[in-house]
């Protein structure tokens, strides 16, 4: 199906030169002066190669038809990562190169979606927020939880997430998967 470039997101399959593509990043520039351009980051679903490429916002581009299936993350092994389908309890074992930078996200039971290409997965999308234990940060100083300032800390699966001064060791936050930013305490 084609599309314009300005539509393309992260997580969309493009077909170029008979090739699929998974879009890690997309950004539509503006300038002041010429033709506005969409720039994609993606790697090569055959074989990991990243590729850059910059199109005109009202070039066509060929996305590809994919589906989007739910999975529960169930464990890590020498394989890959093992996801069971929640309705049809079929497993699916995905590379490390395609799960990427989720991996410290994923927890037992976590729901995600799976991108599915002739019944291989793809690309993952997380949930937008996961709720993780802090393990490690500063202890909480009296008086300071007045200032708007954040401290370190770093969570379940070793993931570095600034907190407000009031969160200790033990804490169960939620943060956002996008940029692991600190969201609120969470209420379990």
């Known amino acids: 199906m084609k599309v314009i470039a300005s539509s393309v997101r992260k997580g969309n399959v493009i077909e170029l030169d008979g090739r699929l593509y998974v879009v890690l990043t997309a950004q539509n520039i503006h300038p002041g002066k010429g033709t506005p351009v969409t720039q994609v980051d993606m790697r090569r679903i055959g074989d990991g190669v990243k590729v850059s490429e910059r199109w005109r916002t009202t070039e066509q581009v060929e996305r590809a038809h994919v589906e ?53 997965a793809i690309s993952i999308e997380l949930p937008q927020k996961v709720t993780v234990t802090v393990e490690e940060t500063e202890p909480v100083v009296k008086g300071q939880t007045a200032s708007s300032s954040y401290k370190p800390a770093t969570c379940t699966g070793g993931i570095r997430v600034m907190v407000p001064p009031h969160i200790d060791v033990g804490t169960r936050i939620i943060i956002n998967t996008e940029d692991n930013a600190y969201v609120e305490r969470s209420k379990e």
């Open 68 to 120: 989007e299936q739910e999975f529960d993350f169930l464990y890590e092994d020498g394989e890959g990562f093992h996801f069971m389908n929640p309705s049809s309890y079929e497993q699916v074992v995905v590379s490390e190169d395609v799960v990427g930078d989720a991996k410290v996200h994923l927890r037992d039971g976590l729901r995600v979606w799976l991108l599915m290409f002739q019944e291989q």
